[in-house]
């Protein structure tokens, strides 16, 4: 019997007596009450069910994700094969190609050999775009073959874009001084008209020029006050490059690079901590939990150094200017401060031999240091420098720039200082025991920015992987972190 059948008669049935009535109707309010039950509690399921949901998602915003689900969805994501051309030169002199050392730790871009470079929807990444276009030229021969094309067939730009369209070029530069718009043009008058132009990208550590800090520092030095606004890097506006050189802005994208995390240095770090503070960073790696117990671990060690630049005017006289500068400056406040612990020195290795090599002594200054200044050189922006400091749970304090890395806010994972006073008076601020809380939660947030957004492959993906439906008016097209845009610091 059910609620839906309780009481019906088919006219057929022997009359009922008014108590076996009765009792039949309190037996479908019982059972019309039992179902009432599993519903709601069907109903409270669910909203507990919600409730739950939104917990976890704004956990999410306030904390690393879970590294067991994360990999769980980019398992599920597709795979994207990837060749890296290098050069005979190249191999002869091992040079570390920039993205695709460190690509074997992408679960997402899947490392392919010669034999397999002509394949549909592989990513082609190369540095020397003169010694790739013979090689392009092959490939797109035998692309239009299996479409059952050919060159003489005479074919519109459009056409060549949709063979293969999965195919992507990238053509990338990591030196100071950028492509220049000579490389625009040789890539879209040579490369485009064999294949198109939708699958040409670029990819730059140089999206800025015009940076002129020996000028600032020199008129400091004979009494001016200017301002660094002056002296800074304005963004190159390669939406105007296109139409001066009379290029087809369809032809190429352009994304910025910065320089990664070195991971001998991360490597160093967990040593470090493993064999001085018994931290077994083996037994740690493997959850987005763990890494985030070490580096608040790292964050709130007992630093004993307050103030470092890691700098001084014995390591460097060749475009130096402002880092001399910064750190005499910085020297000179032991004076003015004598409670403040400030060292100047080197540690470790400089110049080439450092960015080849780590010494202990680098290491254990920067997890002995609460506060890291840096200067970039004079004329470009961008060292490895910062994502080093950035590890070491230290919060830094940077000099200005026009584009930053990903992900990298001003007083929430580092901190910006915009002359020699402002300088001060934020080191006087965060070296104050009532600050030392948001110093410390500062210096975690760098850290965990560096590894889970500046590791080789990170950007690898970002840059490779992108849908490119976003760019800005100077025709950038980094994916934007903040408010929707990706846009250069203006200073005043």
């Known amino acids: 019997m059910t609620a839906s059948n309780c009481g019906s008669s088919n006219g057929r049935s022997p009359p009922i007596s008014l108590t076996t009535l009765s009792r039949v109707l309190m037996v479908c309010i019982f059972v019309a009450s039992l179902q009432s039950f599993v519903l709601l509690s069907k109903i409270t399921s669910v909203d507990n069910d919600v409730n739950t949901d939104s917990n976890k998602i704004l956990k999410s915003l306030s904390s690393p994700p879970n590294n067991n689900a994360a990999t769980a969805i980019r398992t599920q994501q597709k795979k994207h094969s990837l060749y890296c051309h290098i050069t005979q030169r190249q191999r002869m002199e091992k040079i570390k190609h920039f993205l695709c050392n460190g690509w074997n730790e992408s679960d997402r871009l899947i490392q392919v050999e010669e034999a397999h470079m002509h394949d549909p929807d592989v990513i082609w990444v190369t540095s020397e775009f003169k010694d790739i276009a013979p090689l392009v030229n092959t490939s797109m021969q035998l692309r239009l073959e299996r479409h059952g094309k050919r060159f003489t067939d005479n074919l519109s730009q459009h056409e060549l874009d949709d063979i293969d369209p999965g195919w992507k070029i990238f053509i990338y530069d990591i030196s100071d001084n950028g492509i220049g718009n000579g490389w625009l043009w040789n890539v879209n008058n040579t490369i485009s008209p064999m294949v198109g132009c939708k699958r040409i990208n670029f990819l730059t550590r140089t999206a800025q020029k015009g940076r002129h800090m020996m000028k600032w520092v020199n008129e400091l030095k004979s009494g001016k006050n200017p301002s660094i ?264």
């Not at 002056?230 to 802005?249: D, Q, R």
């Not at 070490?294 to 630093?303: D, E, F, G, P, V």
Request: proline fraction near 3%; charge should be neutral.
């Open 229 to 492: 606004a002056m002296s800074l890097a304005k963004p190159v506006n390669f939406t105007n490059i296109f139409e001066e050189e009379k290029l087809n802005p369809a032809c190429a994208s352009v994304q910025r690079l910065s320089f990664h995390v070195r991971e001998d240095i991360k490597r160093a770090i967990d040593d470090y901590m493993e064999k001085k503070h018994n931290y077994n960073s083996s037994i740690a790696h493997g959850s987005s939990q763990d890494d985030s117990d070490l580096s608040y671990t790292i964050a709130h060690l007992s630093r004993p150094i307050d103030v470092r630049t890691f700098w001084n005017e014995e390591a460097c006289n060749t475009r130096c200017s402002l880092r001399n500068f910064v750190s005499d400056s910085v020297s000179q406040m032991a004076v003015k401060h004598p409670e403040i612990k400030i060292n100047t020195d080197i540690a470790g290795y400089i110049r080439g031999r450092g960015r080849r090599r780590v010494h202990r002594a680098y290491i254990r200054g920067m997890l002995g240091t609460k506060i890291i200044v840096l200067a970039q050189r004079d004329k470009w922006e961008d060292h490895l420098r910062l994502d080093e400091a950035l590890l070491s749970g230290a919060l830094v304090l940077h000099d200005p720039q026009t584009y930053w890395p990903h992900k990298m806010i001003d007083g929430i994972n580092f901190v910006v200082y915009h002359n020699i006073t402002d300088l001060e008076s934020k080191m006087l601020y965060y070296l104050n025991p009532i600050n030392d809380k948001e110093r410390m939660a500062i210096g975690q947030r760098g850290r965990e920015l560096a590894l889970n957004h500046h590791r080789l492959w990170h950007q690898a993906e970002r840059v490779l992987l992108n849908d490119m439906s976003y760019h800005n008016e100077y025709g950038l097209y980094n994916k934007p972190w903040m408010n929707g845009e990706y846009l250069p610091s203006f200073y005043q």
